[in-house]
């Protein structure tokens, strides 16, 4: 192994051949980084994160589904990129080893009003190509006697479910091996605009002295999830965004629960800002209800607590009469573009432009379900201060990790404040045996 430099914070950097730089690693930020590493072999890529390992925000709060496309409007991102993401997802959970299941889901009908929303979901899939079937009484019966669906059913076969953690330790796995950087304990604290020659980043560390570090690059990837639009604001502020947070708690049974092998989603309401209080499971098998909907002030409100408790039941009991008692479990919320009233989850689409007037500035915002689904995305976007579907060229620069305030080589295992970052490397090294 050959040593290489050490950086100590803080530093500036000038040079215009620089790195792309994402913000954020959550699922999105992870797979748009591992996609630049793997594709511009000569070029740097670095993620930065906050926290002091990636994936603890919203990608690991959710419901774990992989959602076959089938309730979005038929022009935008969120059908196109869900139902080619699918594909994809299962696609790289298969050859690499990812935990998943295509288990299927239905969506079920109690009421007249409610069927009419299924024939609208069943015409939509239909239409794109995403398969899908009705489900006779009899069948219902049959295969989930537990579940009630007393004015229809739909089935969506190609639904399925992921373990996200072991899907984002794939995706850093994939981005080390390739070359990529992380840096953890790094939060993006401020913007300037260098005029053409990229952007140059105040990075502050989250831990001891909060020193901070300034990295200029000619692209960034704002993928910041709750945080991307105060991330973008950090950018240009005279237009400043809003964000809005929506949270949603899950319940588990307290004792056990009726048996059901599919996930069951109640009909979709208009407007509404989730998919209705649903039933899913891991890949343990357990089940889990929710997520509830309860705007927040705060992108930090993550505690669940039982406030929707008897509302999400009474849902939840009108297609599985049998569920007992339940209590709160975790709680994740959805980055929000509209606030309460405006745009419910299947009309407000996802943010994924260049920010106008900035060349080189991605904003990813909004990304809320069916978010995680696309391990490609770093193919809509691209380095050398251009967005086009297929990337170009990255500038050439190399960086170390972030850790405890330091930029560090990671062959420098010495120390024990580094054991942390050993495993990480070790880890990524198992993982990156089985990639590509
Ligand atoms: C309740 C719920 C259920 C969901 N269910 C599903 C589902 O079943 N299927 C599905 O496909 N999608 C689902 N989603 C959506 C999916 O979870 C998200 O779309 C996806 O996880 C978003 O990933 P991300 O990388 O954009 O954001 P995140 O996971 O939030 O990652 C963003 C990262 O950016 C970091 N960050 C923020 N600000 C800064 C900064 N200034 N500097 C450095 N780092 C920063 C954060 O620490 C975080 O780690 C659900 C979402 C919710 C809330």
């Not at 579940?147 to 992921?162: D, F, H, K, Q």
């Not at 692209?219 to 240009?236: D, E, F």
């Not at 996802?350 to 689904?373: M, T």
């Amino acid at each position: 192994m050959t040593s290489r430099t050490v950086y100590t914070l803080p530093f500036t950097t000038t040079s215009p051949q620089l790195t792309a730089q994402i913000i954020g690693g959550g699922v999105v930020g992870l797979a748009i980084a591992r996609h630049l590493a793997l594709t511009h072999p000569v070029a740097s890529t670095l993620l930065l994160e906050r926290h002091s390992t990636v994936g603890t925000e919203t990608s690991s709060r959710n419901s774990e589904v992989i959602h076959a496309g089938l309730y979005y409007p038929p022009s935008s991102l969120k059908t196109s990129l869900c139902i080619r993401g699918a594909s994809l997802l299962y696609d790289y959970c298969r050859t690499h080893h990812v935990p998943h299941k295509r288990c299927g889901k239905w969506i079920v009908a109690q009421r007249p009003e409610e069927l009419q929303a299924l024939e609208g979901v069943y015409e939509h899939a239909v239409k794109h190509g995403v398969p899908m079937r009705w489900l006779t009484p009899e069948e219902v019966k049959a295969r989930e006697p537990n579940v009630r669906a007393a004015a229809g059913a739909l089935e969506s076969p190609n639904t399925g479910i992921v373990d996200s953690h072991a899907l984002m330790q794939s995706l850093l796995g994939g981005l080390v091996d390739a070359g990529g950087d992380v840096a953890v304990n790094a939060e993006v604290t401020g913007v300037v605009a260098e005029g053409g020659d990229g952007y140059t980043l105040t990075v502050a560390t989250t831990t001891g002295d909060h020193a901070e570090t300034r990295i200029t690059a000619a692209t960034v990837i704002n993928a910041a999830g709750l945080g991307a639009i105060s991330v973008a604001n950090l950018l240009h502020p005279e237009r400043r965004r809003k964000a809005y947070f929506c949270k949603g708690t899950y319940y588990v049974p307290v004792a056990a629960p009726p048996k059901v092998s599919t996930l069951i989603y109640p009909a979709p309401v208009a407007g509404r800002a989730g998919l209705g209080t649903h039933l899913t499971m891991d890949m343990a098998g357990a089940f889990r209800f929710g997520p509830d909907v309860e705007w927040v002030d705060s992108p930090d409100d993550v505690a669940a607590t039982d406030g929707g408790m008897v509302r999400a039941r009474e849902a939840i009991a009108t297609y599985l009469p049998g569920v007992g008692e339940l209590r709160p479990d975790y709680a994740g919320i959805r980055p929000k573009l509209h606030p309460h009233g405006v745009g419910g989850v299947a009309s407000a689409d996802f943010w994924i432009k260049e920010e106008d007037g900035y060349r080189g500035w991605v904003n990813l915002l909004g990304i809320e379900s069916p978010g995680r689904l696309i391990p490609r995305w770093g193919r809509v976007v691209l380095t050398r201060g251009r967005v086009d579907e297929f990337p170009g060229d990255c500038g050439v620069c190399r960086w170390g990790f972030v850790w405890e305030g330091a930029f560090i080589d990671r062959m420098i295992p010495l120390r024990p404040s580094l054991l942390f970052l050993l495993h990480l490397v070790e880890r990524c090294m198992a993982v990156g045996n089985l990639l590509d």
